[in-house]
């Protein structure tokens, strides 16, 4: 099983930054938009896992240093990978709530060493909205686009299955940690 997690966004995300993706795939046809329904903040991918793997993965989200509270997520414009030259992603630029991901992806990081390798790239979180899947001469000038400003909750851990397809991946819930609402 491929496996990864991530934050996922609200249905209601979904459907706001689905009007970026729709204005994107018009101007920029040449790039690979994520369809809105698989939008995400990944904190760890993972890749392929037996099924022991999997379950252990599964159980990792009862751990109790991933007990906290919802957070918010503030964002504002586009962001790119790599910074400079041809970029592979195109992404939304998150402006606040980074120090909290870090710390998840951290916790994450810590619990899956025993399970499995983990990826020592930096990590920077972020949304993905397209990918570049060949080398495009000009970088598309997304700053065209309206630009996105706005605030995501975030009240979830999720462990996901990726499944790819030839119409692209579809994401299958495995396990969740619901985060806790802050008591006043």
Not at 100 to 122: G, K, W
């Amino acid at each position: 099983m491929r496996l990864f997690f991530a934050f996922p966004l609200s249905e209601t995300e979904k459907v706001r930054f689905g009007g970026y993706i729709a204005l994107g795939k018009e101007q920029y046809p040449g790039l690979k938009w994520v369809s809105p329904v698989n939008l995400h903040l990944t904190l760890h991918f993972l890749g392929e896992m037996d099924r022991k793997q999997t379950d252990e993965c599964e159980k990792l989200l009862d751990h109790p240093r991933l007990e906290g509270a919802r957070f918010t997520l503030t964002y504002e414009g586009y962001g790119r990978f790599p910074p400079k030259g041809i970029p592979r992603v195109v992404f939304i630029h998150l402006t606040s709530g980074v120090d909290e991901c870090l710390l998840y992806h951290r916790v994450l990081e810590e619990l899956i060493r025993p399970i499995t390798a983990v990826d020592h790239r930096p990590f920077s979180p972020h949304i993905t909205l397209a990918r570049v899947k060949k080398k495009m001469d000009v970088y598309p000038d997304i700053g065209k686009l309206p630009s996105p400003r706005g605030t995501l909750d975030i009240g979830s851990i999720v462990l996901y299955e990726s499944l790819l397809q030839q119409s692209g991946p579809e994401y299958r819930e495995l396990a969740r940690r619901d985060l806790q609402v802050e008591k006043n």
